[in-house]
């Protein structure tokens, strides 16, 4: 068989494959029902964080944690079938802004340098922003 007629069936297998992967596992995403559910998956990487008010945004794929102790929170964002939790001091925060009721945090970490996250209404978004203001140091 001609090499080129092999790179041919090679290429159209591995595609293939990947596309069958993809349909089958790849296309579930997270999302978080609950308040208890982020606190349950937050718990499992920082136990001795103790968050005192969850806010979910809006398509439940993320979501901020806030503990009585003004200097840290907690991150939680779902990526896929999977998720990502941070907890969030002045250190880890680079930047703060609301860009039309969407909450952009700039973070100090190369696997996740922005989480955008949208709130229901402004009156939350301004709370939380006020909250991470506090954390970071920074001015809304």
Known sequence: MP???LAILVVFGVCLIVGIA???SGMTSRTFETEQA???RFAIDFPGFEPVDVVLSTDHKSALLFSDRKSEAGLVISIGAHSLT???SSQ???SLNNDDGKIMLGLNDMTLPLAEIVLEDKMLT???M???ATISGATT
């Open 130 to 132: 006020m909250k991470l």
């Open 86 to 88: 941070r907890l969030l």
């Open 38 to 40: 982020v606190k349950k």
């Open 3 to 5: 090499l080129s007629i």
């Open 92 to 94: 880890a925060i680079r």
């Open 126 to 128: 301004d709370n939380s």
């Open 22 to 24: 993809h349909l089958l």
